[in-house]
């Protein structure tokens, strides 16, 4: 990667950053530098992230029909909410997630190798940093960045299913700053398209048989929409009962949930397994559930529902980061490199998609696995 493609930008001081970006700030993890792009190569990007999306479709409309959700080792209880909602999209809709893709600069191969459905991060950085970045650099062609855009507008679309003209939309999460602030961007579009916003940490939110409910002013409201930045594999998991009790909630049309529950399929990387032995593609890098198939050729070993680059290991360079998924279940993908700069620095691109790719970001580290201790990088188009 050449280096004439980044422009360095005048430090932006904290003082001067929207209230969202501050903390980041703090944490030494906002690049100052913006990665430039050709149109051609937002062009792959963004052609790749539909190939994938169309892929992910068609398999997930098969592993449900066939009755194999037992392949991803999701629990029975929660097959049927997952093909529920995914046989009523229109209701229960994908409010976004991001697909981390290896390569794409500079003629590179690039593959997707895996897909953030869930509780997918970086909303502020992506949404609010590289547009403030964009304004102190002279690029006529802007950036790939409409993400707060069409956030809105899915959640405008999904809006006018509630019989209310203000219905009551709430973010939870676990209280950890950058979850919140997340959800902070979430309920930023909600504002928008016409509810009326809260947050509430989990552990005060109130689920029971008769829907969802958050305390304000010494009374509890029930909740329209619930925006979640808590995993459904932990959920289902470790928290089988709350699990069940949101199953009823959605089946009687209670609330919504985002993301809905089939974005735990899409999280789950057993599910590429799936993808590469039905849906043999060009686009989504070749994943297996043992080694073997893959002898001879350079892997990268990770947990099933690993996240932030936690507990994986690249076999055949001994090169492997910590993390608390170490007792998972393990997937093996076909190892892709990671662009380079001459820095050594590598990045990994990330593709928002909502109902179309909306914004692109990157992530870049030290070393070949990209973990919570990179940094965000901007980009702009050449």
């Not at 194999?68 to 009523?88: A, C, R, S, V």
């Not at 390569?103 to 997918?120: L, P, Q, S, Y």
């Not at 509430?200 to 010494?218: A, H, P, R």
Request: hydrophobic share 35%.
């Amino acid at each position: 990667m050449e280096d004439n493609r980044f422009q360095e930008i005048k430090k932006i001081r904290k003082k001067d950053m929207p209230v969202q970006l501050q903390w980041f700030a703090d944490e030494d993890y906002l690049f100052e530098e913006v990665l430039g792009l050709h149109t051609s190569e937002v062009s792959k990007f963004t052609f790749i992230a539909q190939e994938a999306y169309s892929v992910f479709e068609k398999a997930t409309d098969k592993i449900i029909r066939d009755r194999n959700l037992h392949l991803l080792d999701i629990p029975q209880f929660f097959h049927g909410i997952i093909e529920k909602t995914w046989n009523d999209r229109k209701k229960h809709p994908l409010l976004y997630g991001r697909f981390d893709i290896n390569g794409g600069i500079d003629e590179r191969n690039a593959k997707v190798i895996e897909f953030n459905a869930d509780t997918c991060s970086t909303l502020p950085e992506t949404i609010l940093w590289q547009k403030l970045q964009l304004e102190h650099i002279k690029s006529p062609m802007g950036q790939l960045n409409k993400l707060e855009r069409d956030l809105e507008s899915t959640l405008s679309d999904l809006k006018r299913n509630i019989p209310y003209e203000k219905p009551y939309f709430l973010a939870s999460s676990f209280g950890h700053k950058e979850d919140r602030l997340n959800c902070d961007m979430v309920l930023n579009a909600a504002y928008k398209a016409g509810y009326d916003v809260f947050y509430t940490d989990l552990e005060k939110v109130t689920f029971s048989d008769e829907g969802i409910f958050f305390e304000i002013g010494g009374e509890f409201q029930p909740v329209d929409v619930w925006f979640k930045m808590v995993p459904w594999d932990w959920m289902f998991n470790e928290e089988p009962e709350l699990a069940k009790l949101i199953i009823e909630i959605i089946e009687k049309d209670l609330a919504i949930i985002l993301n809905p529950p089939y974005t735990a399929v899409w999280q789950n990387k057993l599910f590429l397994n799936y993808i590469t032995q039905h849906f043999p593609n060009t686009f989504i890098a070749e994943t297996y559930d043992s080694s073997s198939f893959l002898a001879g050729k350079d892997y990268v070993e990770k947990p099933v529902y690993g996240r932030m680059g936690e507990n994986v290991k690249i076999a055949h360079k001994n090169i492997q980061s910590e993390g608390d998924f170490a007792g998972q279940k393990k997937i093996y993908q076909r190892y892709y490199p990671l662009d380079k700069d001459r820095e050594n620095y590598y990045y990994q691109a990330g593709i928002f998609y909502t109902f179309q790719p909306s914004a692109i970001n990157f992530r870049a580290e030290n070393r070949e696995i990209i973990t919570n201790n990179c940094e965000f990088v901007s980009h702009y188009i050449i």
